[in-house]
């Protein structure tokens, strides 16, 4: 670990300046005064948990590179919210939801695929040297474990880096890119839930079906509310952290014995302790689901899934230093002609299919996100949709290396004619 030069550097210190700058988030957010009001209005409470710890490591306050929170929040707390998330989730009304989803999700996919190699292709015609480079320099190397971190997620990401091998200072570099483009596009897609009555209206989309089951899933959360004793929220917290625990075990077990004995399995991030870890968990949720613990989100099981995946996206925030758009100006604008492709095909097909704006943004953060954003986002329209964002972003993980794999191999054969 390289020696930090910020001001703070004890992550106790840091983890009390995220709570109260997401403590103080949500208290203005709730404000009935008319000016916060107005601010909140157009600014969306989520944009803020992200962008506020930003500015910590942007002006040197904290060094989220050196912290480790992130991957405390990471291995820990996102694992016991897509749990606490799902433990109520209506996967018969999910299925009523139809293949437009889906059929976003993989445009979304199609889009970071065929967009990598036309970026490619299009700043070489009046920029070559962005995209050049040779060996582990080579650009398109890096750019790969962008597409493994936008299709899917971490986990995929770092396969790519396994298996294209770019430099280590490239890979910095891409890390940074990926996470800023990701986020400026996430403020975009926080900002449409505002409008997106009128988005709808563009699509000409039919949004009832998740209309339905927002409120069906808010009228079960109603009609099973109760205070929450002592003995209730330790029990949520039980089940939380022990499906974590087991999710933990048996990823320290399933991803060795497949790397031991199906290496070539490598490409679909099934060696990857973190995909199962996911992928794990989400499931335990799931079927917890059809048990009596259901009950327990009368207690307040999403709300406290919900404080973690917060805490998660402050400590996701403060990995973004937005000094590094000057530093690499040229590199930014080919991730943002990348990610200009991924949106221009999500909205050809989203307006072919009429598909509603929610449908439009999981889609897109199910790839460009995946169950680190995709609940959050899904949240942000309604608490009772994060479960939504949670499935779609397990079959980003799913498909995510393999389709990083290809989209890899088409900015190599663009790249180097």
Known sequence: MEESHALITNDAVILGILLIILAIIFKTSSSSHPKLKAFYGVVPMLLLCYFIPSLLTTFHIVDGENSNLYFVASRYLLPACLVLLTLSVDLREI??????????FLAGTFGVIIGGPLAILITSTFAPELVGGAGPEAVWRGMATIAGSWIGGGANQAA?????????????????????????????????????????????????AVDRLRDKME????????????????????????????????????????????????????????????????????????????????????????????????????????RAIAQYPGLFMVGAIWMLIHIVILVAVGFFIRAPYFFFAIGSKANIGGAASAPVLAAAFHPALAPVGVLLAVLGYILGTYGAWLCGLLMQTIATG
């Open 95 to 104: 299925a009523r939801l139809g293949w437009k989803p889906i059929a976003m």
């Open 160 to 208: 790519m880096y396994e298996i294209f091998g770019p430099s280590d200072s490239l890979y910095s570099v891409m890390i940074t890119i990926d996470v800023i483009v990701a986020e400026v596009w996430m403020a975009f897609l926080l900002i449409g839930i505002g409008k997106q009555d009128a988005i709808n209206r563009f699509f000409r989309a039919d949004s009832s």
């Open 219 to 322: 009228t079960f959360s109603k009609s099973i509310t109760r205070i929450p004793s002592t003995a209730d929220i330790m029990i949520i917290l039980g089940i939380g952290f022990g499906a974590t625990a087991i999710a933990h075990g048996m990823a320290d077990i399933i991803a060795p014995y497949i790397q031991e004995h199906a290496p070539g399995l490598q490409r679909f991030s099934l060696t990857s302790g973190f995909f199962w870890l996911i992928v794990i968990s989400t499931a335990i949720g799931v079927g917890l689901s059809f048990t009596r613990l259901r009950s327990y989100e009368g207690a307040g099981a999403s709300k406290i899934g919900t404080i973690f995946i917060f805490v998660l996206v402050a400590t996701i925030g403060m990995k973004m230093d937005i």
